[in-house]
């Protein structure tokens, strides 16, 4: 028979588990709605979000410690404005600690926020950045407003795409490390925050204001040996070439957002400075740089996106080095300065163009508004290659000094520059003008002026120089063009000095240029040549040294012309008292006192015939004097004969068929002619008697170079 009491023991027993399925069932019923409570929290975070932003968001996880206020969410991304951008915003976890008295206050309160690597997206366009369009005022949509005391990132990344011509470029900085302090969005204040990251193997570092609510920044941003390779986007919209090497560091003021009486609201706006060095320029399809630069300061630099506008204080460059080529088909390497209008190839390595999905609207699309006070360059050189010639170019322009002054894009006004420099460091070179280069067309005027340069480096351009090989010499220049649009005047004077020239090449001559040299070259050794030539556009593709060439030989040619009128002028004969020059013209053109051509020999007998380098004088019958008039005009032709040592005369004498006096009058006219030359300063070895053969019926004086 069962006793219907029951022992303590087993009561107890039965209580508790009793008690412990109620337990179970509480803590499981908990559970469940933890669960569903922390999924409908992340569901209900994800739709405001989404709501707020007009973004798509994702969250894979959210956590909630009702103990300790604590939030954690992980695996949180916003996306891009398109389907293929990477995320505006991202984190692979997020923990926020709140604080209880949120519940009785007007805003939510939390103690600190912490983001582990998270990912922002910046995104350049013509009002601002994104995220300035992400965030409204809360004022506007009522609710608590927000307080984060303490925010930190930690191993975060943070992207930057701009807009170019060319496309969109992006940036980024890594393992970022970031405090914030103060965020409240009831009371409109930015919050501060300071932080470090690395920008490829270079430093960024920052501090300064932020808010969201308005969007409003004010950062001091310092970069520390950064590639300048990181700006290949940015310099690609600007230039046809790309950095390949060199570092920059910089400090910069960014402001962006709204700021008190600010025209430029709602834009970026960069100020500050920049240090370039060991920076090198290349062209996409080539490997070999087009411009070397051993350092570059930049100061008082200010960039307003709105306005479209960069201002450039000063820029001083040191060691810069530029190569320019003339190709065969005439083209120039200056032509990769500027960017191809064709699609971009190099994109930045730090991330791709889709992650801004922002078209390239804002200045670039309009022309971005450049001045720049001042350019300076210390030790310059340029490397100059002309390879469309028969025989290659070459000359290095060396320790070069200058400036340019008053650049203005949207100016007609012209800009003012100035260097000087060596040639081959040997021959000095100074170079100066002006230049409307945003004038349409472009017009201004350039001055340069060469000093004691060895022939040897310009005769390229001179075709060997007339037929004949230059052994030695040197050229000064003083060059003065005019460009007018696409035409290009040139007035020139050219010395040449102690010019020495060798065998002929190629095809004979087509002048004596020998003797044209040595009538125009003085006891010092020096020819002058007015030299004027005009390229347009017709001629863009043709030889220059051949238009050069054409301009010295219409130079040499014009003296050839009547050389004895030249030289009678540079004798001080009375009667052509004239420069060599002058005097040519004026027996061209009839002007002026009689010729020597016309004024030695029988007038009534027209005893005179002329043929450039040579004087025929008929001498009366039978005779071997000349009267005192004509004795005279030619005394002042010695005269100018003996400052040419490098010139000789050959005397042939002549007998007419009816004289008589037979070879013993040949030598008494070649005797009375060289006796009046040596009177009158013509050294003896300037001076040739010639009567191979059957002597001609006319005396003659020929002019020759030397040792012809």
Do not use: C
């Amino acid at each position: 028979m069962h006793d219907a009491s029951e022992s303590p023991h087993h009561s107890s027993a039965r209580r508790w588990w009793i008690g412990g399925l109620v337990l179970a069932g509480v803590v499981g019923l908990g559970t469940l709605g933890y669960i569903g409570g922390t999924r409908l929290a992340a569901d209900r975070l994800v739709e405001t979000l989404e709501q707020r932003t007009g973004r798509k968001v994702s969250l894979a996880s959210l956590d909630i410690n009702p103990l300790t206020a604590t939030l954690t969410l992980k695996g949180f991304s916003m996306a891009g404005a398109t389907a293929d951008a990477l995320p505006v915003m991202a984190a692979r976890r997020i923990t926020i600690n709140g604080a209880w008295s949120s519940l009785w206050k007007n805003r939510w309160i939390l103690q600190q926020v912490t983001l582990i690597s998270p990912g922002l997206e910046l995104i350049s366009t013509s009002d601002g950045l994104n995220v300035a369009r992400l965030f409204s005022d809360s004022s506007s949509g009522g609710g608590k407003g927000l307080e984060v005391q303490d925010f930190r990132v930690e191993q975060g990344t943070l992207g930057w795409t701009t807009p170019t011509a060319k496309g969109s470029s992006r940036t980024a900085l890594t393992h970022m490390q970031l405090d914030a302090h103060g965020l409240d969005t009831t009371t409109r204040h930015p919050f501060s925050l300071r932080g470090k990251a690395d920008w490829k193997s270079g430093v960024f570092k920052g501090h300064g204001k932020m808010g969201f609510l308005p969007w409003q920044t004010s950062l001091w941003l310092e970069a520390d040996s950064v590639p300048v390779t990181v700006l290949r986007g940015w310099a690609g919209a600007v230039m046809g070439v790309l950095p390949s090497s060199g570092v920059f560091s910089s400090t910069v003021h960014f402001e962006d957002g709204a700021r008190t009486g600010d025209s430029n609201a709602g834009g970026i706006v960069l100020s500050g400075r920049a240090d370039v060095s060991d920076l090198a320029l290349t062209p996409p399809s080539q490997e070999t740089p087009l411009i070397r630069v051993g350092s570059m300061k930049m100061d008082r630099l200010r960039y307003q996106q709105k306005a479209g506008q960069l201002a450039i204080g000063s820029i001083v460059v040191d060691d810069p080095w530029l190569m320019m080529t003339i190709a065969e088909d005439g083209t120039t390497t200056l032509s990769e300065l500027t960017p191809s209008s064709s699609s971009p190839e190099e994109q930045d390595a730090s991330g791709p163009s889709t992650a801004s999905g922002a078209s390239s609207t804002g200045e670039s699309s309009s022309g971005m508004h450049i001045t720049l006070s001042k350019v300076g360059w210390n030790q310059g050189t340029v490397a100059l290659r002309d390879h469309h010639l028969k025989e290659t170019f070459s000359a290095d322009l060396v320790n070069l000094e200058g400036q340019i002054t008053d650049v203005d894009s949207q100016e007609e006004a012209p800009l003012t520059f100035s260097m000087t420099g060596q040639v081959n460091s040997r021959a000095p070179l100074r170079l100066d003008g002006q230049v409307a280069l945003f004038d349409t067309p472009m017009s201004g005027n350039m001055n340069l002026h060469i000093a004691r340069m060895p022939i040897s480096i310009f005769a390229p351009y001179i075709k060997a120089f007339g037929g004949y090989a230059v052994k030695r010499g040197q050229v000064s220049a003083d060059m003065h063009y005019q460009l007018n649009g696409k035409t290009i005047r040139s007035d020139n004077t050219i010395l040449l000095r102690k010019l020495e020239l060798g065998e002929p090449v190629g095809k004979p001559p087509s002048f004596p240029i020998k003797t044209a040299i040595a009538l125009l070259e003085g006891d010092d050794g020096v020819v002058s040549l007015n030299v004027p030539f005009t390229l347009t556009p017709d001629k863009a593709a043709v030889d220059v040294s051949a238009v050069i060439w054409q301009a010295i030989r219409k130079g040499l040619s014009q003296v050839l012309t009547s050389p004895f009128d030249a030289l009678a002028a540079l004798g001080g004969d009375s009667d052509q008292a004239d420069s060599p020059s002058t005097a040519s013209r004026r027996a061209r053109t009839g002007e002026g006192p009689a010729s020597i051509y016309a004024a030695i020999g029988h007038a009534q007998e027209a005893s005179l015939s002329r043929n450039g380098t040579k004087l025929s004088i008929r001498f009366g019958h039978d005779e071997a004097t000349l009267n005192d008039a004509k004795a005279r005009r030619l005394a002042g032709w010695a005269e100018g004969l003996s400052r040419r040592s490098r010139l000789s005369v050959v005397i042939r004498p002549g007998l007419a068929g009816n004289e008589s006096g037979g070879e013993a009058l040949l030598d008494q006219r070649a005797e009375m002619l060289e006796a009046l030359l040596t009177r009158h300063g013509v050294k003896p070895e300037q001076i040739q008697v010639r009567k191979a053969g059957s002597p001609p019926s006319t005396t003659t004086l020929t002019l020759e170079a030397a040792g012809h």
